[in-house]
């Protein structure tokens, strides 16, 4: 897809967010709990089940880490070979005060 660096970074930092969530989620899906509580004759049980796979959740959070990488790489290669003409004098600016 073709889209300026700015759209790009936004996209990165709006994966995060969601790679975040479905980390969560799948930590939440990944355990399958019951417990069982005994009061004299009554009995209460609860019982966690898993609402997602936790092999598809990983499995789009690994999407969703190499779409990140190519994207940071792809800005990371733009701002190695991006030139800007600014009209600022470096050397002076970073010359030692006389």
């Given at each position: 897809m073709n889209r ?15 790679r975040l969530?479905?980390?969560r ?15 004299g ?8 089940t ?17 779409a ?13 070979t991006?030139?800007l003409?600014?009209?600022?004098e ?9």
């Amino acid at each position: 897809m073709n889209r300026s660096i700015n759209e790009w970074m936004v996209v990165r930092k709006v994966l995060a967010e969601r790679r975040l969530d479905l980390k969560r989620l799948r930590e939440a899906s990944a355990v399958d709990k019951r417990e069982v509580h005994s009061y004299g004759e009554k009995i209460s049980e609860t019982t966690n089940t898993a609402k997602y796979d936790v092999r598809v959740l990983d499995k789009r959070i690994v999407e969703m880490q190499n779409a990140d990488l190519a994207i940071e790489s792809a800005i990371k290669q733009s701002n190695a070979t991006t030139r800007l003409d600014i009209a600022v004098e470096v050397d002076s600016l970073l010359s030692p005060v006389e």
